[in-house]
Every structure is written in C-alpha cells, then in structure tokens.
C-alpha cells in the first residue's frame, strides 16, 4: 500500500493530523491496533470550568466519532486493529493484522500516546485489581462498571478524574488511597509530596485545587485545606481522598473480595494497619508516560523530562524529529490533556504539509497559527498532569536547537 | 511487605524479591536484569514494570530512577508472527 502520509494511533492527535492533511488533498492512512478510532479521548468525560458555560462538557466519546467521522469524510483511510511494529527506514510503516506488510509513504506520524506506570500492590494479580485507565475505558467506552464497590490506589490526577467518573458512572468508589509505601511507590507514597504534587498540577495551593476539583464534577466541596495533612480524609466529590492511609494488600481467593489499609505518617511509614475495606475491584494509579517504544527503536534519542511524564523523543517546534519525515503528536511528546493533543496534531499536519511542499506560498500563517493554538489549548487545560510541563516544554526547545546548531542538517520544514 | 511475594513483572512473573537479588548480582543496568531474570522480556516487553525495575536498580545502587538508563527499544515493538516478516 502506498499514501502520502502514514499515521500512527488514532487519537485526538492522529485524528486531527488526519483531519487536516485530507482536507489539504493529500492520502493519509491512519493505523490504530485499538478495534475502533479514538485512542485515549473514548474514555474521557468531564466538564471544565476554564471554558464558559455552555461550552464546558466534555464528551470524549461524542468528539472523538465525530473526528473520525469527519476525517472519513475528508477522504483518508483508517484501519483499526492493525499494529505498527517498525517504522520503516526509507520511509512508512511494517504493520502486523492489516490487508499488507507494509504502508510506503512520504511521511510519518507518530501520535502513539501514553501508557500506564504499574503501581504493585501485594495482590494485584488477583482477577479484580485493575489500572485506573482500564476503569475509564470500562466504564465510558463499553457501558460495563468495574465492580459495585471499588477502591482507588494511587493519588494523582488521573486517578481523582476516574474515581470521579466512576461515582457518576453509579459505582460505589470506597475512597482513594495512597499507593502502599516503599520502593515502588517511591515518592508517589509520601502524604506531603503527594499533596505538592496535586497542587502543582493545578497550578494553586491545596485548598483552592480541591476547590476548583470540586466545581470540575459539581460535586459539593468543604472547606478541606486545613484538613489535608490530618488523618481525617479530604472529600472531593462526595468521594473520600485519604492523604494518611494507604492500600496495603488486595485479598480474594477467585477475585478481589476486600482490601487492607494502613495509616501512613507525614515522612510515609506505615504506623498501623488501620482495616479491612469490602471491595469487588481495585484500581491502581502510578501516572501516565508516553509511549515511545515506536520512535526510540527508530533510533530518536530521548530525554528525561520528568515534568512531561518521563523519557521524551527530542522534538523540535514544529514537531518534528531529527528522522527526516518523521513527526510527533500529542501524548508521545509528553502527557498533556486531549485538547493539547488536538491542538498539536493539528500543528503537525499543516508542518507535514510544509514538509512534503503541499502548504502553498501565501499558507506560511498556518504555521504560526497552528504554534499558537497549541499554547492557547494548555491554557485552558482543566489540570496538567504533571507540574513542571512549561518548563519542560523549553527546556526541551533549547536541547533541539543545540543539536540543530551541531549538526549539519537541521534542514526542515 | 513480603518482597518475595510481590510479583513486580506480570508477564514473566519475576518477584521483587528477584530483582533485588540480581541487583546484588551485579546487574547495574535494565538490560542486567533482563538477562539474569526474564523481567521486561515477555509479552508486554517491559511497557508495564520496566519503570518498577528501573526504580529497584536506583534504590539499590543509591540513584536517581532518571538516572537508570531505558532499555533500548527494537523492532518488531509488538509481538508478530514469523511469517509477517519472512
Ligand atoms: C489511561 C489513560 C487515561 C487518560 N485519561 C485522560 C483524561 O481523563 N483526560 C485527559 O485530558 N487526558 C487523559 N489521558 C491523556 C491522553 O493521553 C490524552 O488525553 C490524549 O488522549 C492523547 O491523545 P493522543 O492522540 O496523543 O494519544 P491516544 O489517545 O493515547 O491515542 C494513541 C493511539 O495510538 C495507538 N497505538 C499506540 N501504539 C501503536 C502501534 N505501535 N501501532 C498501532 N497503534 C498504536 C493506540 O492504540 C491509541 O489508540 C489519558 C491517558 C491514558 C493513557
């Protein structure tokens, strides 16, 4: 098979990419190994208080078909169920399940997205015990709760936005708890870097995040700051947040039947175990990190940037990679939210245009427009995954053109 | 926690426990586990316990996680069948 474009996932930012580039008349196909188009933003479903009233619903599964709807529409081609396991090193994809071995294009995208940290807890194998993000898709993507009574382990944002989801959903959600304390968890078990962490993430002190967390889901909120280093829990949402205890062992013999907590002190050791919860399921959060096994055995150094979720493929602004004809969007270049990963997969369809010279002479302002746009959709992000993504985000602009300085063909776009 | 309960790779099943041992084996890299246990070598190729292992290797060795260098990633990055590549 043989386009212009090659995309791999279709989430927001495939999808957007795809959107784009069809419209601009040039062949795209779009892989996906997932059943259905997508990726990520299926499962989402919240409102933000950013944006105003009237435009606040997020409906993630109604975006996103009509997105890949649209692109349909625009004449490009998506394949679902098909894996991509190598970027080919002239140019295209070796795809393993679809109609042929191999796409040839002209150019590449990889909007593969992110993926889940493991978050151990003793018992985790036992039927029952899932991560937070298959308790989304569960949920919003198939209609099927994850269990009547359901404990969260693990504080971050992803997982107060699923436990959230869940109680709209009609689940019981128990509480949500730190991860147990240890090597594993490492920081992520430490009452007073996790409230840090969250506060950060909303770019306010506790109380006021807990505040806005509260108006995010509609839900009542208390006055609760004071009370986040105590032992009595904080209550987002109606749901109880437990800063002091942690989920110590999942216990069930078939499946999950109860959970064991412990109360946990300021510097995290376990001062004593504290009681055994009824549960039918337990999901566990260790943060989210992009997906870069594709890009990185295509030979795209990556770098630590723990504010974007970890190791990232160097990029540079126009997201592009120092493979010529490979670009990047979306949650592969560093966890942000979904409209982010519109945004730039967006961005990386008028900069792929300019690449392969399908943007036109007087169409150079899209380029600039498509930047601005990006900037414009993180700030109206509801939360940021992880604090420290802006500077992250420059740091990151300044290693790429060092290396454009270095070498000698730092020729794109 | 019992460590040597604590299964920290699903897939090939490797224990924290073994982990720790391999550390003290002299395994100072992922690639070092790898080889001496099996963990991030099964179906999921390290995408679910690769940052636990990298985590155990700074604990034990006194670094930072960001300093545990990733596994270098290889193609086929999905299980395949031999005859999609033959
Ligand atoms: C579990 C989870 C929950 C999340 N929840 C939220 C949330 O509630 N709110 C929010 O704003 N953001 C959330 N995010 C962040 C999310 O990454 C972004 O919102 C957004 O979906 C990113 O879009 P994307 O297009 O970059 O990637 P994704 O939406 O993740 O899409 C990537 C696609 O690539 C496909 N893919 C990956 N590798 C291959 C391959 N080798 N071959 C073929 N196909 C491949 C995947 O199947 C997937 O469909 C979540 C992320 C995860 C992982």
Redesign the interface.
């Known amino acids: 098979m043989k386009t212009d474009v090659a995309i791999v996932g279709a989430g927001p930012a495939g999808l957007s990419a795809a959107l784009y580039l069809a419209r601009r008349g040039l062949g795209v196909v779009v892989l996906d ?1 997932y059943f259905r188009a997508g990726g990520r933003l299926a499962g989402q479903l919240y409102e933000n208080p950013k944006k105003p009233p009237g435009q606040r619903l997020w409906d993630g599964k109604a975006i996103a078909e009509k997105l890949s709807g649209d692109v349909k529409k625009a004449g490009a081609t998506i394949l679902t169920g098909v ?4 970027i080919a090193p002239g140019s295209g994809v ?1 795809i ?1 399940g679809g109609p042929c ?1 191999k796409i040839a294009a002209k150019a590449v995208l990889i909007a593969t997205g992110a ?1 889940e ?2 978050m ?1 807890v ?1 018992g ?2 036992i039927p029952g015990v899932m991560s937070a993000g298959a308790a989304q898709v569960f949920a919003n993507v198939h209609g099927v709760l994850p269990g009547r009574k359901v404990v969260m382990a693990g504080i971050d944002p992803l997982s107060i936005t699923v436990a959230g989801e869940l109680k709209k959903a009609g689940v019981e959600v128990v509480g949500i708890f730190l991860p ?1 304390p ?3 968890a ?1 920081s992520s078990g430490l009452p007073q870097w996790v409230i840090g962490e969250l506060s950060r993430s909303a770019d306010m002190a506790p109380g006021t995040f807990l505040k806005m967390a509260g108006k995010l889901f509609g839900g009542s909120y208390r006055e609760v700051g004071a009370r986040l280093c105590s032992l009595a829990p904080a209550n987002i949402w109606g749901i109880p947040l437990h800063l002091r205890k942690a989920v ?2 999942v216990e069930g013999e078939e499946q999950v039947d109860s959970v064991l907590t412990a109360r946990i002190s300021h510097d995290g050791k376990i001062e004593q175990e504290d009681c055994r919860i009824e549960a039918d399921a337990v999901c566990l959060s ?1 943060g989210l ?1 992009p ?4 890009i ?2 295509a030979g795209c150094p ?1 770098v ?1 940037m ?1 504010g974007l979720g ?2 990232v493929p160097l990029h540079g602004p126009l997201l592009q990679t120092q493979s010529k004809g490979v670009f990047l969007a979306g949650s592969v270049t560093g966890i942000e939210g979904a409209p982010v990963a519109i945004a730039q997969g967006h961005l990386a369809g008028v900069s792929i245009a300019a690449f392969l010279g399908r943007l036109g002479k007087g169409n150079r302002h899209e380029l600039d427009r498509a930047v601005e746009m990006v900037g414009q959709a993180r700030e109206e992000s509801p939360l940021k995954f992880y604090p420290g993504a802006d500077g992250a985000r420059k740091e990151l602009a300044a290693l790429w053109d060092r290396w454009k300085i270095n070498s000698a063909g730092g020729n794109y776009a | 926690m019992p460590d040597d309960k604590l299964i920290v790779c699903r897939c090939e099943e490797v224990t924290l426990d073994e982990i720790k041992k391999a550390v003290k084996d002299g395994a100072s890299t992922v690639s070092g586990i790898k080889k001496r246990t099996r963990a991030c070598m099964g179906m999921c190729q390290g995408r679910v316990c690769q940052s636990l292992v990298k985590k155990v290797l700074a604990h034990e060795s006194g670094n930072q996680a960001d300093s545990i260098e990733t596994a270098t990633s290889r193609s086929p990055v999905r299980p395949i069948q031999l005859g999609e590549i033959i």
């Open positions: 190994e894996s991509v396991w190598e070796f393993s071995q993926a940290r493991a151990p003793e985790w194998t147990p240890g090597i594993l490492g110590i062992r260790g990190y997906l870069t096994d594709l990185a055995a990556l630590s723990p970890g190791m």
